[in-house]
């Protein structure tokens, strides 16, 4: 049983994202140390200090490098004409898994109030490196499919709210 999972896949990895989908399902959505899985998914449910966070924010560490797995997406702008906006991130938010395809759905999660890039050209460098003592998450709703099969290590980063 991996980070107080109540699952048992062959992948630990299965089962410690199964336990941040289920703890994140369990809290209201619309509410706002070392941190391992296990002590994020407490502070989550209210376990340790309750705290009216919504999201465990995760780094995926690849197989085959052994560096911070980059996601890359596109987000609808609003404005006229409608534009495109291409992002990446290292953080995410674990928004399902299947623990029969060892498949999970991330939603890429990027600083409040940034967007990496319009077209071609870089707004902010490295917009996908965060300050987590200064930094606000906020989601993109922008998905990426992740076979976890690739996947070596999750970091669970602190509890938080996502705008």
Same mark, same amino acid.
Request: glycine share 8%.
């Given at each position: ?5 109540? /699952? ?17 399902? @369990? ?11 296990? @002590? ?6 209210? $376990? ?34 409608? *534009?495109?906006? /291409?992002?990446?991130?290292?953080? /995410? ?25 319009? $077209? ?17 998450? *906020?989601?993109?709703?922008? /998905? ?20």
């Amino acid at each position: 049983m991996s980070c107080g999972s109540e /699952f048992e896949t062959e992948s630990f990895i299965t089962d410690t994202l199964l336990a941040i989908v289920e703890a994140q399902d @369990r809290v209201d959505s619309g509410v706002g140390g070392p941190v391992g899985c296990n @002590r994020a998914i407490q502070e989550l449910i209210g $376990g340790i200090n309750p705290s009216g966070f919504n999201t465990i924010p995760v780094i995926l560490t690849l197989k085959s490098t052994g560096l911070p797995f980059m996601g890359y997406g596109a987000i609808r702008e609003n404005v006229s004409p409608s *534009t495109s906006a /291409f992002i990446y991130s290292a953080v /995410f938010r674990v928004e399902e898994v299947d623990p029969d395809t060892g498949a999970a759905s991330l939603e890429l999660l990027t600083r409040a109030n940034v967007i990496p890039y319009i $077209g071609d050209t870089p707004i902010t460098p490295n917009a996908a490196l965060f300050d987590l003592n200064n930094e606000v998450l *906020t989601g993109t709703d922008s /998905f990426i499919n992740v076979d976890l099969s690739s996947i070596l290590a999750v970091t669970c980063l602190p509890p938080t709210t996502i705008l």
